[in-house]
């Protein structure tokens, strides 16, 4: 992978790349199509090649915790993160797997899926919900994850936010999806886009990366990277 901006270069050190600036950060990664389609068939996985995975993974490792809406989690078929070789360096001093936490208002979850009842070993998963999710949900969901609620009807995002970093998990990871990311935006939440373009024009009715409450964000273009075709591109929050 070659970086052509700000300075060209051959063989980028991915960790250093995208190493954090500070620990408090809040970082979204998504993919999009080079018509702005965040999936494809439904799916994020079709506009996704071999480089957007290694970045995907470096990524993972350099967090504290991986933080995804619910419909994303279903769609995407989440199972929590497991330890990578690639990750010791990555990770001295602190758990092997990062956490995996799920924004769900009213816990519609799979809730003897993968992501919970196979993330003991690793990480236990987490689940930011409501006052207002079904207390037996709540209950069943406490069995095989950390239960924080954030919120009475909806989840109170800065709110979760500070609940997180509160448990040490300073460094987020978002994932998506575009509802998720356009929440987290407009509550000002939201340090840096880690964004990839895929060579593809896909079309249909998908989503833009963010889909949601309108929120003006500038943002300053602090790298792009370059393989078979993809763009990585990290964007970061100009300072107010």
């Given at each position: 992978?070659?970086?052509?901006h700000?300075?060209?270069?051959?063989?980028?050190?991915?960790?250093d790349a995208y190493?954090?600036?500070?620990?408090a950060w809040?970082?979204?990664?998504?993919?999009?199509?080079?018509?702005?389609?965040a999936?494809?068939?439904?799916?994020?996985?079709?506009?996704?090649?071999k480089?957007?995975?290694?970045?995907?993974?470096?990524?993972?490792?350099?967090a504290?915790?991986?933080?995804?809406?619910?419909a994303?989690?279903?769609?995407?078929?989440?199972?929590?993160?497991?330890?990578?070789a690639?990750?010791?360096d990555?990770?001295?001093?602190?758990?092997?797997?990062?956490?995996?936490a799920?924004?769900?208002r009213?816990?519609?979850?799979?809730?003897?899926g993968?992501?919970?009842?196979?993330?003991?070993?690793?990480?236990r998963?987490?689940?930011?919900?409501?006052?207002?999710?079904?207390?037996?949900?709540?209950?069943?969901?406490a069995?095989?994850?950390e239960v924080?609620?954030?919120?009475?009807?909806?989840?109170?995002?800065?709110?979760?936010?500070?609940?997180?970093?509160?448990?040490?998990l300073?460094?987020?990871?978002?994932?998506?999806?575009?509802?998720?990311?356009?929440?987290?935006?407009?509550?000002?939440?939201?340090?840096?886009?880690?964004?990839?373009?895929?060579?593809?024009l896909?079309?249909?009715?998908?989503?833009?990366?963010?889909?949601?409450?309108?929120?003006?964000?500038?943002?300053?273009?602090?790298?792009?990277?370059?393989?078979e075709?993809?763009?990585?591109?990290?964007?970061?929050r100009?300072?107010k």
């Amino acid at each position: 992978m070659r970086r052509i901006h700000p300075s060209p270069a051959d063989d980028v050190d991915l960790a250093d790349a995208y190493a954090y600036p500070r620990d408090a950060w809040l970082r979204l990664n998504m993919v999009a199509g080079a018509d702005g389609g965040a999936w494809l068939k439904g799916q994020s996985e079709g506009l996704s090649g071999k480089g957007d995975r290694r970045v995907f993974g470096v990524l993972r490792g350099l967090a504290d915790v991986v933080l995804a809406g619910g419909a994303t989690v279903r769609t995407e078929g989440y199972g929590p993160a497991r330890p990578r070789a690639s990750w010791r360096d990555l990770r001295v001093g602190r758990p092997l797997v990062p956490p995996i936490a799920v924004v769900t208002r009213k816990l519609d979850l799979d809730l003897a899926g993968p992501l919970f009842v196979e993330a003991e070993p690793y990480a236990r998963t987490i689940v930011i919900t409501t006052e207002r999710a079904p207390e037996d949900r709540r209950e069943e969901a406490a069995r095989h994850a950390e239960v924080i609620v954030a919120g009475d009807e909806r989840v109170d995002l800065p709110l979760a936010v500070a609940l997180l970093r509160e448990r040490g998990l300073s460094r987020i990871l978002c994932e998506g999806g575009p509802r998720t990311n356009a929440q987290m935006s407009a509550a000002g939440l939201v340090d840096e886009l880690c964004l990839t373009v895929s060579p593809l024009l896909t079309g249909g009715d998908a989503a833009r990366i963010l889909n949601g409450p309108a929120a003006t964000v500038r943002l300053r273009l602090s790298h792009v990277l370059e393989e078979e075709g993809f763009l990585f591109c990290k964007y970061t929050r100009e300072p107010k």
